[in-house]
């Protein structure tokens, strides 16, 4: 078994390459190291993730029925081997209900998508339906084995204005029991209602928003003056189509 690794060596001063400086992609030995050294290495594999939803309507042949779509990937620790698989799945072990995209048959089709409710943070894209949300938010908290279900939660920041724009609502919605554990949320600048169509299987990361700093301070001060359980922070959506393992290189 060869495990894939993300170290570099660094260059020489003389600025050419040697095999040996050369990027690091396999490590043969590693089925040889103690399961314990094995066991922490698989562990820092699994970092945390920002995992997006969203909503697709498919057509069943009685009715159109809204689901939630991903399109990215599973952890890789998920696919290694046996011994990766086990360390990962106590990481992960929220499975998202959840489909692929939408099937030439027209039919949904269900995926496994993994999750980690407290570290990967869901970020839900385009129009939230705030039924729907409740639902989603039960189906995971009733996986966690933690029981405290989603911790960190992002959504776009105009379908938080146009379903919760009013402070007494929005009040009374976030002290819900289904919210009230989350500790982190984030509003996206990102609006559109799907990824891009050139995303498959890939991972989304957070970036900061060029010029928006001021009013992000404003947004969180008045935010603090409501809600003093979670974080909140304005940012960017970025997705980087996979494999994974290819795109990040």
């Known amino acids: 078994m060869n495990v894939q690794v993300g170290f570099r060596y660094l260059k020489t001063g003389s600025g050419v390459a040697t095999d040996s400086e050369m990027p690091l992609t396999a490590f043969a030995q590693f089925p040889a190291l103690p399961t314990e050294l094995r066991i922490k290495i698989w562990n820092e594999s699994c970092h945390p993730r920002v995992v997006e939803l969203h909503s697709q309507t498919f057509t069943d042949g009685v009715s159109e029925t809204p689901k939630w779509v991903s399109n990215c990937s599973n952890p890789a620790a998920l696919s290694v081997c046996f011994e990766s698989r086990m360390v990962a799945r106590a990481h992960f072990s929220v499975l998202l209900p959840v489909f692929r995209s939408m099937s030439k048959s027209g039919i949904p089709i269900p995926r496994d998508l993994y999750f980690d409710p407290a570290s990967d943070l869901l970020a839900v894209l385009?129009?939230?339906?705030?039924?729907?949300?409740?639902?989603?938010?039960?189906?995971?908290?009733?996986?966690d084995p933690a029981g405290r279900g989603l911790q960190r939660f992002c959504l776009s920041m105009s379908s938080w204005t146009h379903s919760f724009h009013f402070e007494a609502q929005t009040h009374m919605i976030w002290h819900m029991a289904v919210f009230s554990q989350l500790e982190e949320l984030?509003?996206?600048?990102?609006?559109?209602?799907?990824?891009?169509?050139?995303?498959?299987?890939?991972?989304?990361?957070?970036?900061?928003?060029?010029?928006?700093?001021?009013?992000?301070?404003?947004?969180?001060?008045?935010?603090?003056?409501?809600?003093?359980?979670?974080?909140?922070?304005?940012?960017?959506?970025?997705?980087?189509?996979?494999?994974?393992?290819?795109?990040?290189?």
């Open 126 to 143: 385009g129009q939230a339906d705030f039924t729907r949300l409740v639902d989603l938010f039960k189906a995971v908290r009733l996986q």
């Open 186 to 249: 984030v509003l996206l600048m990102y609006d559109e209602q799907r990824p891009p169509a050139n995303f498959r299987d890939g991972e989304c990361v957070l970036e900061a928003v060029p010029g928006m700093d001021a009013f992000s301070r404003l947004f969180s001060a008045n935010w603090r003056q409501l809600f003093d359980s979670a974080e909140l922070r304005l940012m960017n959506l970025k997705f980087i189509p996979g494999p994974v393992s290819c795109a990040a290189a």
